[in-house]
């Protein structure tokens, strides 16, 4: 089974907008972490924003914010007023520590164009 | 300042050739990861190492090789067995254990065969 699902190939959205990129994923650990990265066509991978899995409030970054639903096993992200700059792939990624190691997995990713 | 650093940033291979691909990190972290991306999809992990002298088969390990004879340096050499190895690489490091720590990432190799 799939660890990270991204339902979203590509989104559109415009410009001064919110969007939410889906995410979900399966596991049976009690204890892992959540984070979404944005990849902007030059490759590199940026880190935006990380839930823990025993967090009560939703994480926020700035613009970010990360709608966490554990029962749903769902952690989307939520970006607000939408800048022409957040053109790029996202990623969300989870991240498993058994055996004492971090193991991470990452999702297919949402490509998000953000129209002017 | 910390960070890892990928190099070259552009590869070109001939068809037959083993190349190797550079990964060094000075974040002193424990974990060394290397990934595959082809063009719109997402990461495949090919090899990751916990500590030194130690490495682990990723999902998608044949045709690679890696060695981690230094804390700093994790290479991935692409060997002539790699049929498809026209890529976008990128190697991670993270600390070995934690709970809200996640990769740092190099700027990444693109790999051509010509």
């Known amino acids: 089974a799939q660890k990270i699902t991204q339902t979203q190939p590509g989104m559109f959205v415009q410009e001064k907008e919110a969007v939410t990129l889906d995410c979900t994923y399966d596991?049976?650990?009690?204890?892992?972490?959540l984070f979404w990265y944005k990849q902007p066509s030059s490759g590199e991978m940026i880190f935006l924003i990380y839930?823990?899995?025993?967090?009560?409030q939703n994480a926020t970054e700035g613009r970010y914010s990360l709608n966490f639903q554990k029962a749903r096993k769902s952690a989307n992200l939520v970006i607000s007023a939408s800048q022409l700059g957040d053109s790029a792939m996202y990623f969300c990624?989870?991240?498993?520590?058994?055996?004492?190691?971090?193991?991470?997995?990452f999702g297919s990713g949402t490509k998000l164009n953000v129209k002017p | 300042d910390g960070g890892i650093t990928q190099s070259p940033k552009y590869l070109f291979r001939k068809e037959g050739q083993n190349v190797t691909l550079s990964c060094e990190q000075n974040?002193?972290?424990?974990?060394m990861y290397w990934y595959r991306q082809d063009p719109g999809q997402g990461l495949r992990l090919i090899y990751y190492?916990?500590?030194?002298?130690?490495?682990q088969k990723g999902d998608i390990a044949e045709g690679y090789s890696v060695s981690r004879e230094k804390k700093e340096s994790f290479p991935l050499t692409v060997t002539s067995a790699q049929k498809n190895p026209t890529a976008f690489y990128l190697c991670?490091?993270?600390?070995?254990?934690?709970?809200?720590?996640?990769?740092?990432f190099g700027s990444g190799t693109r790999l051509t065969v010509v």
């Open positions: 839930q823990g899995s025993y967090d009560e």
């Open positions: 596991t049976s650990d009690q204890s892992y972490g």
């Open positions: 974040l002193n972290h424990d974990a």
């Open positions: 991670a490091s993270s600390i070995r254990q934690g709970t809200n720590y996640g990769y740092t």
């Open positions: 190492s916990q500590i030194v002298n130690d490495f």
């Open positions: 990624a989870m991240r498993e520590s058994r055996y004492n190691f971090n193991k991470f997995y």
